[in-house]
């Protein structure tokens, strides 16, 4: 698990700080990315779309 510095709950900013910390884990190493369905994930489309090898996986609230 990686964590970070106090930061705000947008899309962006959840975008910015999750390619910030990809960046830190070897290509190799990087298997999936799961999040929960709330708005601070709706921007994950532009992640996937980034050279970061990023691969998202939502939760089930029923799993």
């Known amino acids: 698990m990686l964590s970070t510095e106090n930061w705000d709950k947008t899309a962006s900013e959840i975008n910015r700080v999750t390619e910030k910390l990809f960046q830190k884990i070897p290509v190799e190493k990087r298997k999936t990315f799961t999040c929960d369905k709330v708005k601070e994930f709706f921007g994950h489309q532009e992640l996937s ?3 970061i090898e ?9 799993s």
């Open 54 to 62: 990023y691969f998202p996986s939502f939760s089930s609230a029923y």
């Open 49 to 51: 779309q980034k050279s």
